[in-house]
């Protein structure tokens, strides 16, 4: 990996690992709907005039339902869900959590779309949920109900997104493909769409004015999540893809659950425990097993590197 690859790299696994942070502060003052919506909102937003800036016509070859649609698994249903986790765990506790992703694409996969699944992909797949139940278990919260619900939210988004992998496969790429920047903005549009209606429910139960009035950190936070871990995190995501190729990119993975601890301690003073080391080796274990390169003879590595969203 070259110097500038490797520094997008960086950054990339900076920002994805900095969303938990953003979703901690905001999350508790402003719910977890309207963060989840503002979130996708200000993405849809900031990849739109991204596309004006470079001139890219948004043409989607008959592909703009389908975009909408991977944008309820890719984005919608977990941002929510970890806004909702955001509420009750610390941001260290959803980034080691986020990084499950492609262990649910493993298991998914092998139950849905009839993939190949290997004795080291089983292997992960167990550690990796070992992982788990090391963080919940010895970590520096106390399990409660619903500190489980926030990790079951967790789960169900990592789900999603390893689900949305197999779905951008099916929906997109074979059916002649897209630009990945239109890919991104017709998924964050129809992630607005799907969160749209929970967001006016939201907004009869608890007024607008309690939004506005939020001090500057939450906006700063929001603006941060939207523009800079949605908007500006695909556009290094999609660079690297295309740069050293999609395994590659995929093990960004490796990298966000040490920013999402590092961010919380340094910012909110978040416990960084042997729990959080624990949890974090098993599941970096997982990853590897599970990430490696398949054998020559062996059939391509079938987890898609479309599974991995913040």
Same mark, same amino acid.
């Given at each position: 990996?070259?110097?500038?690859?490797?520094?997008?790299?960086?950054?990339?696994?900076?920002?994805?690992?900095?969303?938990?942070?953003?979703?901690?502060?905001?999350?508790?003052?402003?719910?977890? $709907? +309207?963060?989840?919506?503002?979130?996708?909102?200000?993405? #849809?937003?900031?990849?739109?005039?991204?596309?004006?800036?470079?001139?890219?016509?948004?043409?989607?070859?008959?592909?703009?339902?389908?975009?909408?649609?991977?944008?309820?698994?890719?984005?919608?249903?977990?941002?929510?869900?970890?806004?909702?986790?955001?509420?009750?765990?610390?941001?260290?506790?959803?980034?080691?959590?986020?990084? !499950?992703?492609?262990?649910?694409?493993?298991?998914?996969?092998?139950?849905?779309?009839?993939?190949?699944?290997?004795?080291?992909?089983?292997?992960?797949?167990?550690?990796?949920?070992?992982?788990?139940?090391?963080?919940?278990?010895?970590? +520096?919260?106390?399990?409660?109900?619903?500190?489980?619900?926030?990790? #079951?939210?967790?789960?169900?988004? %990592?789900?999603?997104?390893?689900?949305?992998?197999?779905? !951008?496969?099916?929906?997109?790429?074979? &059916?002649?493909?897209?630009?990945?920047?239109?890919?991104?903005?017709?998924?964050?549009?129809?992630?607005?769409?799907?969160?749209? +209606?929970?967001?006016?429910?939201? !907004?009869?139960?608890?007024?607008? #004015?309690?939004?506005?009035?939020?001090?500057?950190?939450?906006?700063?936070?929001?603006?941060?999540?939207?523009?800079?871990?949605?908007?500006?995190?695909?556009?290094?995501?999609?660079?690297?893809?295309?740069?050293?190729?999609? $395994?590659?990119?995929?093990?960004? %993975?490796?990298?966000?659950?040490?920013?999402?601890?590092?961010?919380?301690?340094?910012?909110? @003073?978040?416990?960084?425990?042997?729990?959080?080391?624990?949890? @974090?080796?098993?599941?970096?274990? #997982?990853?590897?097993?599970?990430? &490696? +390169?398949?054998?020559?003879?062996?059939?391509?590595?079938? !987890?898609?590197?479309?599974?991995?969203?913040?």
């Amino acid at each position: 990996m070259d110097l500038p690859s490797l520094l997008r790299f960086v950054a990339l696994a900076a920002l994805w690992g900095g969303s938990f942070l953003f979703m901690r502060i905001a999350a508790p003052v402003w719910g977890a $709907v +309207p963060t989840a919506f503002g979130r996708v909102v200000l993405g #849809a937003a900031g990849l739109l005039a991204l596309l004006a800036l470079v001139r890219l016509r948004p043409a989607f070859q008959g592909k703009l339902g389908a975009a909408l649609m991977l944008g309820v698994f890719n984005s919608g249903i977990p941002f929510l869900m970890f806004a909702l986790a955001a509420r009750v765990l610390p941001a260290g506790y959803s980034a080691i959590l986020n990084a !499950t992703t492609p262990l649910m694409a493993v298991v998914i996969g092998a139950l849905a779309f009839g993939e190949r699944i290997t004795l080291a992909r089983v292997g992960g797949v167990v550690l990796g949920m070992g992982g788990v139940a090391v963080l919940a278990q010895a970590g +520096p919260v106390v399990l409660t109900m619903p500190v489980l619900g926030g990790i #079951a939210a967790c789960l169900v988004a %990592t789900a999603c997104y390893g689900l949305s992998g197999f779905l !951008t496969r099916r929906w997109i790429t074979q &059916r002649g493909g897209l630009d990945s920047r239109l890919v991104a903005l017709g998924s964050q549009w129809g992630a607005v769409l799907a969160l749209a +209606p929970f967001a006016l429910w939201q !907004t009869a139960q608890q007024p607008v #004015a309690t939004w506005l009035l939020a001090g500057p950190a939450v906006w700063g936070a929001m603006l941060a999540l939207g523009l800079l871990c949605t908007s500006f995190a695909y556009v290094l995501y999609f660079r690297l893809i295309a740069d050293v190729g999609p $395994v590659k990119a995929l093990t960004v %993975t490796f990298l966000i659950p040490l920013f999402g601890v590092g961010w919380g301690w340094l910012v909110l @003073g978040e416990a960084a425990t042997l729990a959080h080391a624990a949890g @974090g080796v098993l599941i970096a274990v #997982a990853l590897w097993l599970v990430l &490696r +390169p398949a054998p020559a003879a062996a059939a391509p590595a079938s !987890t898609p590197a479309a599974a991995v969203r913040r």
